[in-house]
C-alpha cells in the first residue's frame, strides 16, 4: 500500500490530487515483517497466541503489535520525506486518523499497552475508548505548528473540510466543514448540535455526544426498556459516574435526538431501535 501510495504521488505530483491511504495495521491479524517484530522481539514478556480467537497465531503477539504500529509509522515516514522530496510538502494538507479504538481480539493486548489511555471501552463500544479518535493534521503556512484543538467532530465531517479546502461545490452530507479550525479561525467554526451513533453488535448500542454530556445505552437487543447512561466528559471522561438520574430533561433530549435520528435497516439483525 505505501508502495502504491508513492506511486500514485509520483505519478500525480504535476497537478492536485487526492490520496486515501486506508492502512490496514495496526489490526487483527497480529501479523508484520520478520525484520520489524525482530525489533521488539524481547523486549516484553510473551505469552504464545494459539489463534484461538480465529486468526493467525503468533509466538510474539506483543512485539508484533508493537512491531506493526512502527512498520506503518515508517510508511507514513517514506509518504512524508517524498512529499519532501518532490517539494510538494509546503503546499499538501496532510490528515492522519484511525476508525475506531484498539481491538480486544486477535491476540491484541491493549491494557499491557495502555492503548486506549484513560478511557473505557475498545473496539466495537460506543464508550469513548471505542470512538474517540485523535486527528493530526499539518499544513505548512496555514495550520500553526504545535496547535491543540478540542473541536469536536465525527469522519464524515472530513468530506465537508475537503469540499471547502478546494472551494468546490457544497455536497450532501451531515458533515461540518472544520477548515476554520485547521485554519485557526474558531470563531468561523461551525459545531455539531450533537453526534450520534447507532450501532448493532455487542448486544445494540446507542450513543450521543451534546456538548460535553454523553449519554449511552447498551443491550437493547435484549432489553427495550434499557436506560440511558450518562457522563459529563468534561469532569469525567473515563465515564465512571452515571449522573442520568439528576439530568431528567437531557435524557428526554436524547429520546428526542434517537427518534429523530434513527433510520430503519434493510439487515434485520442491525434493526434493535424501535
Request: proline share 6%.
Amino acid at each position: 500500500m505505501g508502495d502504491k501510495a508513492a506511486a500514485f504521488i509520483r505519478q500525480h505530483q504535476d497537478r492536485p490530487f487526492f490520496l486515501y491511504l486506508p492502512f490496514t495495521i495496526p489490526h487483527a491479524s497480529l501479523q508484520a515483517p520478520d525484520a520489524a517484530v525482530a525489533e521488539y522481539r524481547d523486549r516484553f514478556p510473551e505469552t504464545l497466541y494459539h489463534g484461538q480467537q480465529n486468526y493467525a497465531a503468533t509466538p510474539y503477539p506483543r512485539a508484533t503489535y508493537a512491531a506493526m504500529i512502527t512498520y506503518m509509522d515508517k510508511k507514513v515516514g517514506e509518504v512524508m520525506a517524498l512529499l519532501k522530496e518532490l517539494n510538494l510538502d509546503d503546499h499538501t494538507l496532510v490528515l492522519f486518523t484511525s476508525d475506531n479504538g484498539t481491538t480486544f481480539n486477535g491476540g491484541v493486548d491493549a491494557a499491557f499497552f495502555e492503548s486506549v489511555g484513560p478511557f473505557r471501552g475498545l473496539k466495537m463500544d460506543v464508550f469513548e475508548g471505542g470512538i474517540r479518535m485523535p486527528m493530526i493534521a499539518r499544513w505548512p503556512g496555514k495550520i500553526a505548528p504545535g496547535r491543540v484543538t478540542n473541536h469536536l467532530g465525527a469522519h464524515y465531517d472530513i468530506l465537508a473540510t475537503l469540499v471547502d479546502v478546494v472551494k468546490a461545490k457544497p455536497v450532501k452530507t451531515d458533515g461540518i466543514s472544520f477548515l476554520p479550525t485547521l485554519l485557526g479561525q474558531v470563531a468561523k467554526q461551525k459545531k455539531h448540535e450533537y453526534l450520534y451513533w447507532e450501532y448493532p453488535e455487542k448486544g445494540g448500542q446507542v450513543a450521543i455526544r451534546m456538548g460535553n454530556w454523553k449519554g449511552v445505552k447498551v443491550n437493547m437487543k435484549t432489553n427495550k426498556a434499557a436506560r440511558w447512561e450518562l457522563y459529563d466528559l468534561e469532569k469525567d471522561k473515563s465515564e465512571t459516574t452515571n449522573l442520568a438520574s439528576k439530568y431528567p430533561a437531557i435524557i428526554a433530549k436524547f429520546d428526542n435526538i434517537v427518534w429523530k435520528e434513527h433510520q430503519p435497516s434493510h439487515v434485520p439483525e442491525w434493526e434493535f431501535i424501535r
